[in-house]
Every structure is written in structure tokens, then in C-alpha cells.
């Protein structure tokens, strides 16, 4: 925008531009201190964690970072590796089970330091906590109709208190060894644990024991596998009682209660069904289990960092999640559907957390905030908030967190696809170009509209306003090029002229003088314009050898540059439309132009995946860079010089060293990004994705 761009001498840069030669008086040319470099690599540092979800290096990149340089793109790493709110940060232990009560007040939490603690979810506080030293708690799970809470500890001993006061109701004492879990029935009436045993005759073996919550007898042993078993669970409508095993691929056994309880009483349970998983080499030893809300589905994490769900009443597989490439890199160590049953969320040794969507078996968002491993995640049964578990901190993610937009703190919304978007030199408002030829002006402060229209017939692509903001120039795919007046002292727009009507081609750039007067776009095939708006007189014409797909203005509009779809860029002299140099670096058409604000350099983006950095003073040579994996759309100089921002189809916006031509970092979206602009001040970041939504990154935290 020309309302960003720093004044300089036009005979300086003629001169370098035809041989000529400026002494460094004349130039000041700008230089990146250590301070500012250090900090672009400890940017670009973080970035590489934060694409590799390793969460401490993330954050210790960004806290070496020096302060005095830390603009928005800090402040979106911070967020993105922050992402939950820290609840609970437990002394010298880490938590490695929890579960939410069922009013969703307090938590249980079993910590490595061998107590079982009861606290406040609102403070934190703890209400009670039990100690054994001869006992390693391993997990616990609240009674969904009494004020209980129990445990299971290692040799397979099960405590059962009063979650209110924590005084101790009734011990229940299995016949296992090992690693153990628990369950209550969906009636809390009975309470099942499920470990192992071991004897030098048999070997290892899987045992599940059921016990009367209330008189503590012992209702059936089962036996499962040549493995430990590690989890439990009762399906939700009490039907199902399931367990999940170490074994090589039978990794998960479910019993039918029901037809179990319609049995003679005592008799021995019918053998389970068995869920497999994929047979091949992989060691898929389940580490948790979750049932459905609706009892349908069971799902299974592993140490093979997949997640596998079966229809139980089939038991065919529904979806492997993760593998090669995605999902989780490590340990699936607990596993949690919704309350609403439409996803599932996962927690990992890799720090992360992953949300799932169940219906289509796809990866819905990576949650990111951990900075060890990830042990266990619960939902509030109120569906308001979920917990997870890590060293050393419990944290809370809203319930929707899968669901906010984690691209910006604030966003606009379009009907459809925005393609063009204009900034004040204030940084006060903002004008957008969108789909079905919609423009908007923005209160940027307010986050709200001032007024929209519809521009044009059909999508707008471009929108300039100059430095006063009583005049905007939009072009769009109707081939109109148009000036629209402010009237009154409100931002309230009426068309002023519609200075050319081009058939059958589409206008993407358009720049308006700073005092409104003269505008610049392309033109009929092959050319490029420039208007006086009052007299609507065309003051001359650029030539391209093929059609002008981009334009670009300097500062007071001294230089000007073009873009064809040959892969061509033309520099010109503003004052008379002499052309000054030519540059053909690109295979495929311009698609966008942006000058530093000093004038010294442009870089241009081209549908060939590149980014070219041409300077225009001093001997320094172009230089082509393979910058995305699909097309750019869209390039742009922060106010300084030091950075440059492209968009492209690979849904991707990415950062630059505007000195090295070398990436800082890249921000991912779920669509093409169409076009990145600075704020004046450089402290914000509009992101345009197709997706209708303009993503706003600011400096500030809030």
C-alpha cells in the first residue's frame, strides 16, 4: 500500500538502475543489528518446534528470544504452545492419572510422589490427600451416583473413601500383582480392577476382578491373555465390560455383562469377544480404553502411537488413527470420547494432545501446552472444560478448544472467499475485497463493520484507500476498475467513477495515490494504466509483451512495477512511464509485487511456487527462492524492510528474512491463503484464507 512506503530520491535509484552509481550519503542502507538477527533465529528456532509439537523447545526458544524485537509473530508462537490454562502445578511429583467428578468441582489426581490428592478445581486446593509409602497409586474413577472415590494401587490392592472428606470406606484386595485399573459400573454398584499374575509354572497372565461396592464381595475373577492387562471400562449403558491388554494384537476383550448377570449366580463369565488389531510386526500394546456415550464404539490407544475404534456389536475395525507420518509420534497414553460422542481426544508421551473427529476418522486440531509427557485427559460430564495431566502441571482446556480459531486472536467474517484487503496509515480501519463483489470497512479498534456494499457484478479482488481515506479504488473479476467517495465525515462510501470496464479479464491489483487524485491498475491485454480520477484522462500506458496479471506503486508514486503472466517484472519511472529495467526470473505468471519501503528492492510472487528478491540499487544480484509447494498469491514488505510475508495454495502464509531470503516460519491453515498485509506500525498481521475469515495476529497478548 503507498500509504506505507518511506520516502527516497528517484535520481538515486535511476542511477543504479541504469549503471549509475550513489555514494553512501546519499543511501542509507538499512542493516539488521545482531540483536534483530538473533531474534529472527530464535523465531525461526521455535517455528521448527512448534511444526515438530515439541512444546519445551518451543517455549525455550521464545523466552532467549530478545524482548526489545518481539512483535506478533512471538506473541503466535506463545499462544500456539500455550494453548490451555494451568490449573495446578503439583511440587517435585507429576500427575499421571486424574479423573473429574461428576458434579465437575473437584478432580482426583494420582502423583508420582505416591498420593492420591482431592482438589478444587475452582482454586486448586486440596481438600484431602492419602499416603502409603509401601503403595504406588496407578488410578482412580468416581462412583456416578455416591460421594465416593477409588483407587487401585500396585499389588492389586483398591481403596474406597468418601470423596467429600476422604476418610476411608472399605479396601478391596485382589488376587494380581502388577500395574492396575479401575471401574465402576454405569449403576455404581459394582467396582471392577483389572491387572496381572505371574507364577513360575504359567507365566504372566491378565486378571480381572469385580467386587459389591457395598459389602465388598467379590462378584467374579476373569482371566485374559499372557500379558498384563492395563485398562478398564464399562460401556455406558452397562452392557459391555471391556479391558485393554499388552497382548501382541488381541489387545482389547470385552465381556458381556448382561448375559454374564443372566447366568446362574457364581458361575463362570463366558469367554470375551476379542478385538484385534492390524497383523503385522508392530508391538500395539494398548496403554487406555474409552467407550462411546452411546455404547456403539471402543476405542483403544497404544504404544504404537495409533488409535484404533471397533463396532463392538461387528467388531470390525472402524478407523486406525495416526501411523506413519501423522497422528501421534509416541505413546498413546490415555485416551477420552466427548461427551457428545462426535470426538475423541487423545494424550501423548510427544507433549501433545489431539482431537479426532469419530464419524470421519480424521485429525481435527494438535493442543499444545505440555512440555513433558502428556499422561491422561477427562472430560467434566457437563461437557464444559476437559483436564489433562503432565509433569508437573494439570491443565484446562475449554470444552471447545478444538473448535477456536487458533490462526488469531481476532477474526472477520465473509460470506465467502476474501481476496483483497486495504489498511489505513492509523491502522484505525481496514477495506476488503471479497467474493460475489462484497467491500467492508472495518473499525479495526472496535472490531466491527462501518459499512459494506456490493462493489461489483462479480468477486472484488483488490482495494486501495489513500492516505486521507475519503477515496477507495477496488477492481474485480467483472473487469471494472472503480473509485468509490466518502461522503460526510463517516466511513460511508458512494461510487464516484467507474473509470474502465475491461471484457473478459480480471483485475487483481489496484493502487491509489496518496492524495487520491491518481490511480494505477492493468488495463486491456498487455497493458498497464494510469489515471487521473477527476478527469478520468488516461496520463499513459504501460506495455507488456503478455497480459499484466500485477501492479504494484512506490512510495509517492515515483517507480511503478508490472507483472505479467510470461513470469515477467517491469520497473518504470512514475513521472513519465519510462520503462527503467526489466526482469524475467519466473516460469509461470506474476501473481503479486511488493517495493520495500526504501525503494532498494522488490520481491515479486509468481504462480511458480517462487518468490523472487530483486534488488534495485547497488550490485547485488536477483535471487529466486522455491518458497512454497503450491502457487503464491500474494507478497508483501513489512514496514521496516527487514521481513517479507507470502500467501499461497499450499494453505500456508510464511515468513521471511527479507536480508537472506531465508524463512523465519510458516503458519498452516486449512485452505489457500489468497493474501498477508502488514499493519502500518508493523505490530499486526491480516491473514486472508479462502475460507471467508481474516485472521488478525497481533503483538499484543490479549
Given at each position: 500500500m503507498p500509504v506505507h512506503s518511506v520516502k527516497v530520491s528517484s535520481y538515486i535509484l535511476l542511477c543504479s538502475l541504469w549503471g549509475g552509481s550513489a555514494s553512501a550519503a546519499d543511501v542509507a542502507k538499512p542493516t539488521l543489528s545482531p540483536s534483530y538477527q538473533s531474534y529472527l533465529a530464535h523465531i525461526a528456532a521455535a517455528n521448527h518446534a512448534l511444526r515438530h509439537h515439541d512444546t519445551a523447545e518451543v517455549q525455550r526458544w521464545l523466552a532467549q528470544a530478545p524482548s526489545a524485537h518481539r512483535a506478533?509473530?512471538?506473541?503466535?508462537?506463545?499462544r500456539q504452545s500455550s494453548q490451555a490454562e494451568s490449573i495446578l502445578r503439583l511440587q517435585d511429583a507429576t500427575a499421571s492419572s486424574l479423573q473429574v467428578s461428576p458434579d465437575g468441582l473437584t478432580v482426583a489426581i494420582v502423583a508420582t510422589d505416591k498420593t492420591v490428592q482431592m482438589r478444587?478445581?475452582?482454586?486448586?486446593?486440596?481438600?484431602?490427600?492419602?499416603?502409603?509409602?509401601?503403595?504406588?497409586?496407578?488410578?482412580?474413577?468416581?462412583?456416578?451416583?455416591?460421594?465416593?472415590?477409588?483407587?487401585?494401587?500396585?499389588?492389586h490392592t483398591v481403596k474406597l473413601w468418601n470423596s467429600a472428606d476422604g476418610k476411608e470406606l472399605r479396601q478391596f484386595q485382589g488376587a494380581g500383582k502388577g500395574i492396575t485399573a479401575i471401574?465402576?459400573?454405569?449403576?455404581?454398584?459394582w467396582l471392577a480392577s483389572a491387572s496381572w499374575n505371574r507364577s513360575a509354572e504359567?507365566?504372566?497372565?491378565?486378571?480381572?476382578?469385580?467386587?459389591?461396592?457395598?459389602?465388598?464381595?467379590?462378584?467374579?475373577?476373569?482371566e485374559y491373555g499372557e500379558k498384563p492387562l492395563v485398562s478398564i471400562a464399562f460401556s455406558p449403558n452397562g452392557k459391555y465390560l471391556a479391558v485393554g491388554s499388552w497382548e501382541v494384537q488381541k489387545i482389547v476383550a470385552v465381556w458381556d455383562v448382561v448375559e454374564a448377570a443372566a447366568a446362574v449366580q457364581g458361575a463362570q463369565w463366558q469367554a470375551p469377544k476379542l478385538f484385534v488389531s492390524e497383523a503385522d510386526e508392530q508391538y500395539k500394546a494398548v496403554q487406555?480404553?474409552?467407550?462411546?456415550p452411546d455404547s456403539q464404539q471402543l476405542a483403544a490407544g497404544g504404544k504404537d502411537g495409533r488409535i484404533r475404534i471397533w463396532d463392538i456389536a461387528t467388531q470390525q475395525r472402524v478407523h486406525t488413527l495416526g501411523g506413519r507420518g501423522w497422528g501421534h509420534s509416541k505413546w498413546v497414553n490415555s485416551i477420552a470420547f466427548s461427551p457428545d460422542g462426535q470426538r475423541l481426544v487423545s494424550a501423548s508421551t510427544d507433549q501433545t494432545l489431539r482431537v479426532w473427529d469419530v464419524r470421519k476418522g480424521t485429525e481435527e486440531a494438535v493442543l499444545l501446552a505440555h512440555t513433558k509427557s502428556v499422561n491422561a485427559v477427562s472430560f467434566d460430564p457437563q461437557a464444559r472444560f476437559m483436564l489433562s495431566a503432565g509433569a508437573p502441571e494439570v491443565k484446562r482446556w475449554n470444552a471447545d478448544s478444538w473448535q477456536a480459531d487458533k490462526q488469531a486472536v481476532q477474526s472477520w467474517k465473509h460470506p465467502a472467499s476474501v481476496y483483497g484487503i486495504a489498511l489505513s496509515a492509523d491502522g484505525k480501519f481496514a477495506y476488503t475485497a471479497a467474493w460475489q463483489g462484497g467491500i467492508k470497512v472495518w473499525d479495526t479498534e472496535k472490531n466491527q463493520i462501518v459499512q459494506e456494499w456490493t462493489a461489483h457484478q462479480s468477486s472484488a479482488n483488490a482495494v486501495s484507500v489513500n492516505a486521507k481515506q475519503d477515496r477507495l479504488a477496488s477492481v474485480g473479476n467483472d473487469g471494472k476498475l472503480k473509485i468509490w467517495q466518502r461522503t460526510g465525515t463517516a466511513h460511508s462510501f458512494q461510487e464516484y467513477k467507474n473509470l474502465e470496464q475491461i471484457k473478459g479479464q480480471q483485475l487483481i491489483a489496484v493502487d491509489l495515490s496518496r492524495d487520491g487524485k491518481r490511480v494505477f491498475a492493468a488495463s486491456q491485454s498487455g497493458a498497464a494504466k494510469l489515471w487521473d480520477i477527476d478527469s478520468g484522462k488516461v496520463l499513459f500506458q504501460l506495455a507488456h509483451e503478455k497480459n499484466v496479471s500485477s501492479t504494484a506503486m512506490s512510495a509517492q508514486e515515483r517507480y511503478f512495477a508490472t507483472g505479467g503472466s510470461d513470469g515477467s517484472v517491469k520497473i518504470w519511472d512514475a513521472s513519465n512511464g519510462k520503462l527503467l529495467h526489466r526482469f524475467h526470473l519466473h516460469q509461470a505468471s506474476i501473481a503479486a509485487l511488493s517495493f520495500s519501503p526504501d525503494q532498494q528492492s522488490l520481491v515479486a510472487a509468481s504462480h511458480d511456487k517462487s518468490i523472487s528478491f530483486m534488488p534495485l540499487t547497488g550490485k547485488a544480484k536477483p535471487q529466486k527462492i522455491l518458497a512454497h509447494d503450491e502457487?503464491?498469491?500474494?507478497?508483501?514488505?513489512?514496514p521496516d524492510g527487514q521481513r517479507v510475508v507470502s500467501a499461497s495454495a499450499d494453505q500456508t502464509v510464511k515468513l521471511w528474512d527479507a536480508k537472506n531470503a531465508t524463512l523465519v516460519f510458516s503458519l498452516s491453515y486449512e485452505s489457500p491463503v489468497y493474501a498477508a498485509r502488514f499493519s502500518a506500525d508493523g505490530k499486526t498481521l491480516?491473514?486472508?484464507p479462502m475460507d471467508g475469515i481474516v485472521r488478525i495476529l497481533r503483538t499484543s497478548a490479549n
Open positions: 506478533w509473530e512471538w506473541h503466535y508462537l506463545q478444587e478445581l475452582a482454586s486448586g486446593a486440596l481438600r484431602w490427600q492419602f499416603l502409603d509409602p509401601a503403595l504406588q497409586p496407578q488410578a482412580v474413577a468416581f462412583n456416578p451416583h455416591q460421594p465416593w472415590l477409588a483407587a487401585a494401587f500396585s499389588k471401574a465402576f459400573s454405569p449403576d455404581g454398584a504359567r507365566g504372566v497372565w491378565g486378571i480381572v476382578e469385580i467386587w459389591d461396592v457395598v459389602t465388598g464381595a467379590l462378584i467374579q475373577q476373569l487406555s480404553i474409552s467407550f462411546s502457487g503464491i498469491f500474494g507478497i508483501a514488505f513489512s491480516y491473514t486472508l
